[in-house]
């Protein structure tokens, strides 16, 4: 069973356009990452978030982490072929455990 | 962040033969991790790579067919053992250098074809 189901699995769209990857679970996380992933590479951090409901910026992106710290999401604005790769949400379960639990992962295409 | 260097970058494996992958770090981290990322797939934790001790092996995993070296802070080893063409995976090393939360810094993995 995974614990963090991501959606959409894949998704290809036009370089502007804006678009919205989502992270659920039924359990509750101390905090929770996102991470993107080019070929040939290990995943990189993007964003840790830690308090439900928080919002936090990354220039064109935007990751909230929800209320309940049960799923988060990234929106990203006016898309880039530089976003294109895995992008990956991971959740803590524990305060202090240092395991994380990573999602499915959606692979995001820009296409210029 | 931490550096971490990963050898080998890829390799294509033979049925039967075991492969050593090799994780240094740039500088002394306490929590070291190997992941496996099968194709088209995320992340899996295979074990967490203990300094001095054996390592702690996930549910589906074991030491016969994953032995985890952990001399020092700064490196770690992960053989995979009798492999077979399941075993056709990328092989991740990451260390963990967060205090309020978890933040994994990664390697660029090891791409393991058997054939």
């Known amino acids: 069973t995974q614990l963090l189901e991501q959606s959409p699995q894949f998704l290809s769209i036009q370089e502007g356009e804006n678009l919205t990857v989502y992270c659920n679970s039924s359990s509750v996380f101390s905090s929770l990452q996102w991470y993107r992933q080019e070929p040939g590479e290990g995943p990189v951090l993007l964003v840790t978030v830690v308090t439900g409901g928080e919002v936090k910026k990354l220039k064109r992106l935007t990751f909230q982490f929800g209320d309940a710290r049960k799923d988060s999401s990234l929106h990203i604005t006016a898309a880039q072929p530089g976003d294109t790769g895995l992008y990956l949400c991971?959740?803590?379960?524990?305060?202090?455990?240092?395991?994380?639990?990573f999602g499915t992962g959606t692979r995001l295409t820009i296409i210029p | 962040s931490a550096v971490i260097s990963q050898k080998p970058s890829r390799d294509i494996c033979q049925r039967g033969t075991s492969l050593t992958i090799q994780c240094q770090v740039d500088?002394?981290?306490?929590?070291m991790f190997w992941y496996r990322q099968q194709p088209g797939q995320s992340l899996t934790l295979i074990a967490t790579?203990?300094?001095?001790?054996?390592?702690?092996?996930e549910s589906g995993f074991v030491i016969d067919k994953f032995p985890i070296s952990r001399p020092n802070l700064t490196f770690s080893t992960l053989t995979v053992s009798n492999m077979s063409p399941e075993d056709s995976s990328i092989y991740l090393c990451s260390v963990s250098q967060g205090r309020s939360a978890n933040v994994l810094t990664f390697g660029a993995g090891s791409r393991l074809t058997v054939l």
């Open positions: 500088s002394q981290v306490t929590m």
């Open positions: 790579a203990n300094q001095g001790s054996e390592a702690t092996y």
């Open positions: 991971a959740g803590a379960l524990g305060f202090g455990n240092e395991k994380l639990t």
